[in-house]
């Protein structure tokens, strides 16, 4: 507000320097420098401060006439009041105008941003929903095919010399998960240790090339007791799924996953793992 009126009274003195400067010119006497001043700030600030301009050419204007006789005798001519009434009703009217539109730019700058925010909302919630329905529909046809599907991929085992079967069992196990890595480690019967036997990718050996299977293992209670472990940290560093096929009640062989996709770590994957590691 203090800069809008320093603003006003600046471009005030501007006016009335004009007006004494061009004074007793043809040009003054055409144009009212004081009317031009009172529009511009009412466009610019509203009524306001055109009332505010127009106080101040009122002002200028009558210090004029009484500077002498024969403009003093004008202030008894109609024609001064009506200049006056011109600065007043034009600085009302463009000032009145002004405010309505700045009012009317305002509502719809805020209807624009309610608007916005609206629009981000329901964007999220169609993402979220599009997101559901892609995991749902991608799930009813696994359900679908579950059985046909594990069969047809764990049948390409059924035609390999038994010495072969441990190397592709990983692929086989990365395709039924639907994942690209997969480590089966083989339990040795001389030692708790269990060594690598195959892998799919680099990154399914990163548990090493051997490991100790005792109850120091964060995965061991889960396997001795014939369940699926379920990395519920989400830790990079360890399998999302870790099961076992057993042979007299032992162990026999550990089966790791890990998986990329958080929307595959759930229920239906872990009886998925299961299924593997059963067949």
Same mark, same amino acid.
């Given at each position: ?59 200028? *204007?009558? &210090?004029?006439?009484?500077?002498? =006789?024969?403009?003093? /005798? +004008? @202030? ?6 009506? %200049? ?48 559901? *329905?892609? &995991?749902?529909?991608?799930?009813? =046809?696994?359900?679908? /095919? +579950? @059985? ?6 764990? %049948? ?124």
């Amino acid at each position: 507000m203090a800069v809008s009126l320093l603003e006003t009274a600046g471009l005030f003195v501007v006016a009335l320097l004009v007006t004494i400067f061009l004074s007793g010119t043809w040009v003054a006497e055409t144009i009212d420098f004081f009317l031009i001043f009172v529009v511009i700030i009412a466009v610019t600030y509203g009524i306001p401060y055109a009332l505010f301009g127009t106080l101040l050419s009122t002002v200028a *204007k009558i &210090v004029f006439a009484l500077q002498s =006789v024969e403009q003093f /005798n +004008s @202030l008894n001519d109609y024609r001064f009041f009506l %200049s006056i009434l011109q600065l007043i009703i034009v600085g009302v009217i463009v000032g009145f105008m002004k405010d309505k539109y700045k009012r009317l730019n305002a509502d719809l700058h805020d209807e624009n941003t309610y608007l916005q925010k609206e629009l981000a909302d329901i964007t999220r919630i169609n993402d979220s929903n599009l997101y559901v *329905k892609n &995991v749902y529909e991608k799930r009813l =046809v696994n359900y679908k /095919n +579950s @059985l046909a599907k594990i069969y047809d991929i764990t %049948s390409q085992l059924d035609f390999m010399e038994p010495r072969k079967v441990i190397f592709q069992a990983a692929n086989v196990a990365a395709q039924t998960m639907e994942t690209k890595h997969v480590a089966i480690y083989i339990a040795s019967r001389k030692s708790q240790f269990f060594r690598l036997a195959a892998s799919s990718s680099e990154k399914a050996s990163q548990m090493g090339k051997s490991l100790r299977f005792d109850e120091k293992l964060y995965f061991y209670e889960a396997l001795v007791n014939h369940e699926i472990y379920l990395n519920r940290s989400m830790d990079q560093r360890q399998p999302t799924f870790i099961g076992a096929t057993y042979s007299d009640d032992r162990v026999d062989t550990i089966i790791m996953v890990w998986e990329e996709a958080l929307d595959q770590v759930n229920l239906y994957q872990s009886n998925v793992m299961a299924l593997v590691c059963r067949l």
